[in-house]
């Protein structure tokens, strides 16, 4: 999948992190799917909103995109919230108060987020992942 990814990611941003996410440790991947989720719009459901209005979320890519993402941040100790943590609160210890309420909101929000995802893909068209 990376080459179908990597060829396809300026037209699907999103399946690009997703796969980077799982791919690499690189803390920045997290950060931009936490970030872009936590402050795109007001609420998650908003913010899924926004996403699934767009003409690429009809991209193939995107449910095993949701898959990864969900794997990711399902946990806030996992490399998704652990990236936005270590990114957004920089001055902040790991273990501290501060960081790990960055990684919660991470994981709970992206978490939400890739939810209401889920129920917006056409699965008529396509497997739901984990399923």
Known sequence: MRDRVCARSRYVPATAKAEAINGRAEA????????????????????????????????????????????????????????????????????SEEHDRARNEASLVVSEVVERLITAVPWERHAPPGG
């Open 28 to 95: 920045k991947d997290g950060y931009d799917v936490a970030w872009y989720c936590i402050h795109a719009a007001r609420t998650a459901a908003e913010v899924a909103e926004l996403i699934a209005s767009r003409p690429a979320f009809a991209d193939p890519l995107v449910p095993e995109s949701l898959s990864l993402l969900r794997r990711a941040f399902a946990e806030p100790d996992l490399q998704g919230p652990v990236g936005y943590a270590l990114l957004s609160r920089p001055d902040d210890p790991e273990g």
